[in-house]
C-alpha cells in the first residue's frame, strides 16, 4: 500500500474551539487524517491517554469535517500507529509544537 501523511503548514491560523479552556486555539500546522484511521489510533490508546484526549477534545464527533485540539500525547499516538503499522515516520509531528488534527 502506497500511503502517505504529512504536517500541512497552513498561511493564516486555523481556529479549534477548546471547550475545556472555553477559548479558540489557533494552529498553523495540522495533520489530516481519515475517520478509520483516527478510531484506530484511538482504540490503541491507553486509558490515561484517552481521558487527556477528551479532556482537550470534549464530546467533539469523530466524523469527517470534525477538527481537533492535537497535544504531545497525541502526537505520540499518531506517530506510534503509523510507524508500527505503515513504518512511516512523521517525526515533525512529535516536535512538542502545537497542532490541529482535521478528521478526512
Known amino acids: 500500500m502506497n500511503r502517505k501523511i504529512e504536517m500541512f503548514l497552513e498561511p493564516s491560523p486555523v481556529n479549534v474551539s477548546h471547550d475545556t479552556y472555553r477559548r479558540e486555539c489557533k494552529y498553523t ?15 490503541t490508546m491507553c486509558h490515561d491517554s484517552r481521558l487527556y484526549f477528551d479532556f482537550h477534545n470534549p464530546r467533539k464527533e469523530i466524523k469527517k469535517g470534525t477538527y481537533l485540539n492535537g497535544h504531545s500525547g497525541l502526537a505520540r499516538n499518531i506517530y506510534n500507529y503509523y510507524k508500527t ?3 512511516i515516520e512523521i517525526n515533525e509531528l512529535i516536535n512538542g509544537e502545537d497542532f490541529y488534527v482535521k478528521i478526512i
Open 29 to 43: 500546522r495540522g495533520i489530516h487524517i481519515e475517520e478509520q484511521e483516527f478510531k484506530a489510533i484511538l482504540d
Open 85 to 87: 503499522n505503515f513504518d
